[in-house]
């Protein structure tokens, strides 16, 4: 019924900038809340950004001060910005998205395809 599908992974050196992109299309009535995972080999996924319908954002500690979550409501569209990338952010991103896709449906998660990010030191 919706499909994220994110851009804009790839290799960069340490310091650098990257910047991820997701969309949602499908069948939507209203999108609650829009974030980034991540997920590193061997490790668990875990929370890199949210931001909710009316832009309030929360950060993982280890991102805080380098990476910007934003949105467009009206494309459907989140965004990451990614500064001062360090090789331990090395990892497949996952875009996530609360959408209701009816104003009687109960809100469901979706998830993207992932998206990897490399950081040579």
């Known amino acids: 019924q919706v499909q994220l599908v994110e851009s804009g992974g790839g290799l960069v050196q340490a310091g650098g900038s990257l910047r991820l992109s997701c969309t949602a299309s499908?069948?939507?009535?209203?999108?609650?809340?829009m974030g980034w995972y991540r997920q590193a080999p061997g490790k668990q996924r875990e929370l890199v950004a949210v931001?909710?319908?009316?832009?309030?954002?929360n950060y993982a500690d280890s991102v805080k001060g380098r990476f910007t979550i934003s949105r467009d409501n009206a494309k459907n569209l989140v965004l990451l910005q990614m500064n001062s990338l360090k090789p331990e952010d090395t990892a497949a991103y996952y875009c996530?998205?609360?959408?209701?896709?009816?104003?009687?449906?109960?809100?469901?998660?979706?998830w993207g395809q992932g998206t990897q990010v490399t950081v040579s030191s």
């Open positions: 996530n998205a609360n959408v209701r896709s009816s104003i009687v449906s109960s809100a469901k998660n979706y």
């Open positions: 499908g069948i939507i009535f209203t999108i609650n809340a």
């Open positions: 931001i909710s319908s009316s832009g309030g954002t």
